[in-house]
T-cell receptor, first 112, second 115 residues
Framework: SQQGEEDPQALSIQEGENATMNCSYK?????LQWYRQNSGRGLVHLIL?????REKHSGRLRVTLDTSKKSSSLLITASRAADTASYFC????????????FGKGTKLTVNP | DGGITQSPKYLFRKEGQNVTLSCEQN?????MYWYRQDPGQGLRLIYY???????QKGDIAEGYSVSREKKESFPLTVTSAQKNPTAFYLC??????????????FGPGTRLTVL
């Protein structure tokens, strides 16, 4: 079962622009995580936001979480060609489950 | 270097064959996971393990088997009962939820193709 649904499915921007990706989920969560995947590679963890947090920053990344709307957004500022990748949100549900449920991802292309 | 490794990178299987994918980690993580990824799709959980000699089915366990004889190792066998095994397989590990953050660390993946 897939809980997170990313939007848009694909996004193409120019270098220097900001990229925003959204994630919606269905059940109550402990935390929400964003991962990046370069083509043909494994996923890399980017940032984790807990259910009692509303916003978190890490370098050029900004994540927001709205638990009332069951949604999160990932903002990449001043994008670079090297940011081209697929981005996935993953939710850890309440109840102490060690499992993450991944969405289908947003494919981001940053054109030089 | 601490990390998680998978082998082989590419694997070809004939119809009716069982194949085993290797996953090793030296991060001292208790939990390990196997996912399947199809083109343009997210990750689907096959099996996971929190402790040696114990593992649980994920969402798509049919046609797969695992073992966890050592903390560092979590091999996945794709059996002939798996009707559509061609996919990209990812192994991951993490600490347990009670130990703090549960972000997962991924291996580089194995691409399995059925001939």
């Amino acid at each position: 079962s897939q809980q997170g649904e990313e939007d848009p499915q694909a996004l193409s921007i120019q270098e220097g622009e900001n990229a925003t990706m959204n994630c919606s989920y269905k059940t109550s969560i402990n935390n929400l995580q964003w991962y990046r995947q370069n083509s043909g590679r494994g996923l890399v963890h980017l940032i984790l936001i807990r259910s009692n947090e509303r916003e978190k920053h890490s370098g050029r990344l900004r994540v927001t979480l709205d638990t009332s709307k069951k949604s999160s957004s990932l903002l990449i500022t001043a994008s670079r060609a090297a940011d081209t990748a697929s981005y996935f949100c993953a939710t850890a549900t309440q109840g102490g489950s060690e499992k993450l449920v991944f969405g289908k991802g947003t494919k981001l292309t940053v054109n030089p | 270097d601490g990390g998680i490794t998978q082998s082989p990178k590419y694997l070809f299987r004939k119809e009716g064959q069982n194949v085993t994918l290797s996953c090793e980690q030296n991060l001292n993580h208790d939990a390990m996971y196997w996912y399947r990824q199809d083109p343009g799709q997210g990750l689907r959980l096959i099996y996971y393990s929190q402790i040696v000699n114990d593992f649980q089915k994920g969402d798509i366990a049919e046609g797969y088997s695992v073992s966890r004889e050592k903390k560092e190792s979590f091999p996945l066998t794709v059996t002939s009962a798996q009707k559509n095994p061609t996919a990209f397989y990812l192994c991951a590990s993490s600490t347990l939820p009670g130990q703090g953050r549960n972000e997962q660390f991924f291996g580089p993946g194995t691409r399995l193709t059925v001939l």
